[in-house]
Nanobody, 125 residues
Framework: VQLQASGGGLVQAGGSLRLSCEASGRTFGSYAMGWFRQAPGKEREFVATINTSGDYIRYADSVKGRFTISRDHAKNTVYLQMNSLKPEDTAVYYC???????????????????WGQGTQVTVSS
């Protein structure tokens, strides 16, 4: 399984970015997808996850109402639309997917076996 993330960059506080992650190597539509992030000196933290049909979505409290996760099965791609960005959103963002088929994916690092290379998001104040 390969996960190729893109879309990171430098943005001012209050701005927006959209991250994309294209998956390959297995049937995209059969597995949940998610995003984690890691800021310098901190542990990786959960951001958002979406199940195969898109009817089960979870967000970290810190991004709820500002970030939106979605997926396009035709493009084998998961997206993270990030609005109203804050300096504390600065981190490397990782696209993830589990080995198993979860109908209700969770927020633990240990649940996700495959990780993309990460894309840097920097929010200036």
């Amino acid at each position: 399984v390969q996960l190729q993330a893109s879309g990171g960059g430098l943005v001012q506080a209050g701005g927006s970015l959209r991250l994309s992650c294209e998956a390959s190597g297995r049937t995209f539509g059969s597995y949940a997808m998610g995003w984690f992030r890691q800021a310098p000196g901190k542990e990786r933290e959960f951001v958002a996850t979406i199940n195969t049909s898109g009817d089960y979505i979870r967000y970290a409290d810190s991004v709820k109402g500002r970030f939106t996760i979605s997926r396009d099965h035709a493009k084998n791609t998961v997206y993270l639309q990030m609005n109203s960005l804050k300096p504390e959103d600065t981190a490397v963002y990782y696209c993830v997917t589990p080995l198993s088929m979860y109908s209700r994916p969770g927020s633990k690092v240990s649940e996700y076996n495959y990780w993309g290379q990460g894309t840097q998001v920097t929010v200036s104040s």
